[in-house]
């Protein structure tokens, strides 16, 4: 049972939260003096990790400790913090990842079965993290956890757009610091080939631009992702979604080439012929040479969104399909996978695929990543097949923390009995990266996969979505630290936006406005993956601060029987702000044209802006407003939602609530 409820608690700035917080009284108080000793049976991964806490204490504090690295033969005497273990630990599905940690005015003690639950514990050490006027300490406080689900994961799509190493690493260390265990990385799609094969070198040669992991990079990528206790499960994106492949080998394909990288998104036809004997001989020797690059037992083999055009139009594959009683297209590619998935499994892996592999004949060694809804997961597990929950948790789509935060792998209104839904295993977060580069990836990302982390973490009961956004800030400040790059990118974008000119401006601006819905921005115009990404709606992020914070506080004052006057100023205060914004906007939009297509959202802003202010003068005084205004203004703010730039304002609610508040409804 979780204290989450706990009035002293709440002040604490835990993510995910733990299964039980007790604060006891007391702190203790952090000094040059603070030593670490590990005890028991640990590998080396945990001698890292707890260096790595020593340097990144050091780093917000400012202190130089005596005690520098940990290393097996390190000797300290009368140690401040005993990390205690009892074995190692593996990197392996089902990892036992619980910890204790107590806290006293003089001893802590961090006590784990495995190292890998050390790491995690280390993570909420590090986050008990406070200061006063007197220094840095550490509450007081017994802690017990352990995680929810056993598969919490983050997906990133280095196919559409490459993520170089130097990205992918600073992502495995936000993923460490919120307790997220498996790197679900996509490598191969229609625009990109991203991993060197040296069987079949011409996948890079002609498929990837020369934008492409070579193996030494993805062996030290997997070393650095293991020595945070994080898998990293490889995706090769078969049967469809393979243009990238025939480039270079044709041969394979279901319709005759030659074939070249797709530059656009969407689905597209090319497809493997499953028909003909060399196509599993190639397969055979491709996984058998990624199999012995990639260490973890699972390899994620795609399956998703096949259009089945070229096999409906190759006379050849539908006679085969009349041959061997092959009715449909989705049966056809079940045949496949179960060619497919022995071939894998001969180099002792099992398979991860999206929902569309879930077929009649599959067999249930396979692990069903649900993309398309409740429904699909609900049905995997109903038929006995592990299943893990992405749906809801697209960070590509923009949608607030608080909306993903909600959205449970295992709702009480799935119909499963309790031995089904054991077979929901956990989620995953989905970066894909039609729309993103390397410089704003970290932006629609973090914050919000860390409220992703806590619903895979914490226990089902810690819902509360004000208290996650509290401490959602908390994170965001260390995430930063350790070199998450969502916010200083930003801040960058923004100067070179406004071309050094007032950033002020602009950035009042992208504080109260975020993207279209990803489809949305899609039909706008058309993108390729050349397609620069520098403008407005790159710098925006889903979900900004200012505005939600904005949004909290009118629903305060508004619910507030006698309105607090502080409430009502900083509202005041906000709003007169924005009002005035667009003036000084326009001057720096003279000298930098990539602003002019968001013109007229921020004179939208001034707009609702003047109407909030009027708004709040009527409520204060307690004037009574007639219906023609109230309708005139909700009009006005109706016209200001609509996007501009393929950017809206998000405090288009709130200004509407005001309005009607002010009109007495």
């Not at 499960?233 to 979604?241: G, I, R, S, W």
């Not at 028909?275 to 795609?302: A, R």
């Not at 259009?307 to 006679?319: F, T, V």
């Not at 916010?487 to 071309?499: E, G, S, T, V, W």
Request: glycine share 6%; charged share 25%.
């Amino acid at each position: 049972m979780s204290t989450y409820a706990g009035e002293k608690e709440t002040r604490l700035n835990l993510m995910p939260w733990p299964v039980k917080v007790d604060l006891t009284g007391g702190e203790y108080r952090l000094d040059q003096q603070f030593t670490v000793a590990i005890r028991g049976d640990a590998a080396d991964r945990l001698y890292h990790g707890t260096s790595r806490m020593l340097r990144r204490l050091s780093a917000r504090t400012g202190i130089t400790f005596t005690q520098d690295y940990l290393v097996r033969d390190s000797t300290v005497r009368n140690p401040v913090m005993v990390i205690q273990v009892d074995r190692p630990g593996k990197l392996v599905l089902g990892e036992d990842e619980s910890y204790k940690l107590q806290v006293t005015a003089s001893r802590i003690l961090l006590s784990a079965k495995d190292g890998i639950g050390a790491l995690r514990g280390i993570e909420t050490f590090l986050q008990l993290l406070e200061a006063d006027s007197s220094g840095y300490y550490f509450p007081a406080v017994n802690i017990v956890d352990h995680p929810r689900f056993a598969w919490r994961g983050l997906m990133i799509d280095a196919s559409r757009h490459f993520m170089p190493v130097d990205v992918i690493k600073r992502n495995l260390d936000a993923m460490a610091a919120v307790k997220l265990n498996v790197l679900h990385w996509h490598l191969s799609d229609n625009q990109g080939f991203r991993v060197e094969c040296k069987k079949f070198p011409k996948l890079t040669e002609f498929g990837s631009d020369e934008l492409f992991y070579t193996q030494a990079q993805i062996k030290n990528v997997i070393a650095y992702a293991a020595d945070r206790g994080i898998r990293v499960v490889p995706e090769f994106d078969l049967p469809a979604h393979t243009t990238a492949w025939f480039v270079g080998y044709p041969q394979y394909a279901s319709a005759a080439g030659p074939y070249k990288i797709e530059r656009k998104w969407g689905v597209f036809d090319p497809v493997f012929d499953p028909t003909v004997s060399k196509t599993y001989t190639f397969l055979n020797e491709f996984f058998k040479e990624m199999c012995s690059i990639f260490p973890d037992k699972y390899i994620h083999i795609g399956g998703d969104e096949n259009d089945g055009k070229q096999w409906n139009a190759n006379p050849r594959i539908r006679k085969f399909m009349k041959a061997h009683k092959i009715a449909t297209n989705a049966l056809l590619q079940t045949y496949f996978e179960n060619k497919l998935i022995p071939i894998i499994q001969r180099y002792h892996k099992e398979v991860v695929g999206w929902d569309e592999i879930l077929a009649p004949g599959l067999q249930k060694t396979a692990v069903i990543q649900s993309w398309r809804g409740i429904k699909s997961l609900q049905e995997a597990a109903s038929k006995g097949y592990r299943v893990i929950l992405s749906n809801g948790y697209y960070v590509d789509h923009y949608m607030p923390a608080s909306s993903c935060y909600l959205v449970d792998p295992s709702p009480d209104s799935l119909k499963l009995t309790e031995a089904q839904r054991q077979m929901i295993i956990g989620g995953e977060a989905c970066m894909w990266s039609e729309f993103v580069s390397p410089e704003n990836v970290d932006s629609r990302i973090w914050p919000r996969t860390a409220a992703i982390a806590e619903r895979l973490g914490s226990p089902e009961s810690v819902r509360g979505v004000r208290d996650m956004y509290r401490r959602l800030d908390g994170i965001s400040v260390e995430l930063e630290n350790i070199g998450s790059a969502y916010i200083k990118n930003q801040q960058m974008m923004i100067r070179r936006l406004a071309d050094g000119n007032h950033i002020a401006a602009l950035t009042n601006l992208i504080n109260v406005i975020q993207p279209v819905e990803t489809y949305e921005r899609a039909r706008t115009r058309q993108y390729a993956s050349y397609t620069p990404l520098t403008r407005v709606v790159d710098a925006a992020v889903p979900d900004p601060k200012v505005a939600r914070n904005f949004c909290f506080m009118v629903d305060d004052f508004l619910s507030d029987m006698d309105p607090n006057k502080d409430t009502l100023e900083a509202i005041r205060q906000e709003l007169s702000i924005w009002k005035k914004n667009d003036e000084s906007l326009e001057v720096v939009a003279e000298k930098s044209p990539i602003l002019k297509e968001i013109e007229p959202i921020s004179k939208s802003l001034s707009v609702i802006a003047s109407i909030g202010l009027e708004a709040l003068d009527h409520i204060e005084n307690g004037a009574n407003v007639g219906a023609d205004w109230v309708n005139s203004s909700l009009a006005k703010i109706d016209l200001a939602a609509e996007p501009a730039g393929e950017v809206h304002l998000t405090i288009i609610s709130p200004i509407k609530k005001l309005v009607e508040r002010a009109g007495g409804r």
